[in-house]
């Protein structure tokens, strides 16, 4: 298996330009979830999806859309970078844990995203 | 309000020396479950451990173990006989309840440990 894998690695956009980051896993979990991390403030949440065709906002979700046509894919896009996008981004695949009330989360590898 | 408070930004120790990573955590709910992760300078997220509020029992696996203490709201994180290796960045992470009935993770800012030879 490969995880949860993440492309690209780094990209640097101007400011105005849209992109979309890949995000795939083939574990075959439910759950998927988009965080950015940024200096100082750890990792928040932007969108996540409990299934195909299932998706919602998390704590900072503006400027980013998503979409979960498969189980495999939850790309995210930026429809217009701004510098305040500068981040990494990490996409995470979760199953929910057969004993508790919690996910067992896998994270990919992240993409370093620079806006300028 | 959820929230995690690591309130050390950086640390810096001498091979060899015990370090403690503090957390402190604000929640609502009365289950939840607590989280660390390493992050090393490659940059991805390890995993270290899940605890759950029920189970308050220290854990130790090798040289690290936690202590997670519900009358203080807190879940530190213990190294012993620090090695370079372990420098790295380090969360800890709440669950919080989201619709759909998904646990996303809050993450604490970070604490950055810096072990010298």
């Known amino acids: 298996n490969a995880g949860v894998t993440q492309t690209p690695k780094f990209q640097v956009l101007k400011t105005g330009q849209s992109m979309t980051l890949q995000c795939a896993q083939d574990?075959?979990?439910?759950?998927m979830s988009w965080y950015r991390q940024d200096p100082g403030m750890g990792l928040r949440l932007i969108h996540y999806?409990?299934?195909?065709?299932?998706?919602d906002q998390g704590e900072v979700p503006n400027g980013y859309n998503v979409s979960r046509s498969t189980t495999e894919d939850f790309p995210l896009r930026l429809l217009s970078a701004a510098p305040s996008q500068t981040s990494v981004y990490f996409c995470?695949?979760?199953?929910?844990?057969?004993?508790?009330?919690?996910?067992?989360?896998?994270f990919g590898p992240g993409t370093r995203l620079t806006v300028t | 309000a959820q929230k995690v408070t690591q309130a050390q930004t950086e640390i810096s120790v001498v091979e060899k020396e015990d370090v403690t990573l503090d957390c402190v955590y604000e929640?609502?709910?009365?289950?939840?479950?607590l989280f660390w992760y390493k992050q090393p300078p490659s940059g991805e997220l390890v995993f270290l451990i899940r605890?759950?509020?029920?189970?308050?029992q220290n854990e130790i696996s090798g040289r690290y173990s936690w202590n997670f203490q519900k009358s203080t709201s807190s879940f530190n994180f213990t190294i012993t006989a620090s090695q370079v290796v372990d420098s790295a960045v380090y969360f800890c992470?709440?669950?919080?309840?989201?619709?759909?009935?998904?646990?996303?993770?809050?993450f604490g800012a970070g604490t950055r440990l810096a072990v010298h030879p």
């Open positions: 995470a695949s979760s199953y929910l844990l057969p004993k508790g009330n919690t996910y067992e989360q896998y």
């Open positions: 992470a709440l669950s919080d309840h989201v619709s759909g009935g998904y646990n996303k993770l809050i």
């Open positions: 999806s409990v299934g195909a065709g299932i998706t």
């Open positions: 574990m075959n979990h439910e759950y």
């Open positions: 605890r759950n509020s029920f189970d308050e």
């Open positions: 929640t609502r709910d009365t289950t939840y479950y």
